[in-house]
């Protein structure tokens, strides 16, 4: 490989590491063009696994300040670059592995700290980031269903008191009077005042009749 291809394929690997939010390295001697481009599917948007020379790894880890993976370049070398879910992309490299043993999982690196084959493990075993945020969102439901309640309790419990209360006033005082019989009883209330007024009227006409028959008697 020429010097200018060798320098290519550095940025290239050191552009990698820098995009990616972890990497993953693999041994994938015995497996067939097939099996990788089976492998590159599985991994879908998560993960852009690649074929890389440990000695070119090397320098470019350093460019980009990826510390600790020296002793994981040995032999053939494919790295899985990381760029979606870190735990979907780890599951997706155990899941495959189990089915293709000759896919090795050698370690990675992470947040700024190399794991090794059992923490990748570890990692996969882990519960993705959809599902965590579906059980936080059903979390989030569940309390404000909660609190719903504690809210409509004390007015229901009100409600309830109300009703017992009045049920009870019914009991004790028998049914209320009717509407028609209300309206009679003020009909016949307002006209007791008339018929006092026009009692009142007759001894004044009463008294009338007798001064205008005292005035025409003739004197004797």
Known sequence: MATSEKTAAV???????????????????????????????????????SVVKNTL???AAK?????????LLVGPTAIAF????????????????????????????VDGATLDAGEIAK???????EVLLGKLAGAMLASLSQAVYLLNAPLAQAARLAAALEAKKQEEG???ASPEASTEA??????????AAEATTE???????????????PEA
């Open 174 to 176: 028998g049914p209320e």
């Open 82 to 109: 990381i760029n979606g879910d870190l735990v979907e992309a780890a599951k997706g490299l155990r899941d495959f592995a189990k089915a293709n043993p000759a896919l090795v999982i050698k370690g990675g690196y």
């Open 186 to 195: 003020s009909t016949e209330a307002s006209t007791e005042p008339a018929e």
């Open 63 to 71: 460019q980009a300040g990826v510390e600790g993976v020296d002793d």
């Open 11 to 49: 940025a290239e690997i050191v552009e990698a590491f820098n995009d990616a939010s972890g990497a993953v390295l693999t041994e994938y001697r015995g497996l067939t063009v097939k099996q990788l481009k089976d492998l590159r599917r599985s991994l879908g948007e998560n993960a852009q696994y």
């Open 123 to 129: 990692l996969a075993d882990l519960e993705s980031r």
């Open 57 to 59: 790894t090397k320098i």
């Open 203 to 217: 001894p004044a006409e009463a008294t009338t009749e007798a001064t205008e028959s005292t005035e025409s008697t």
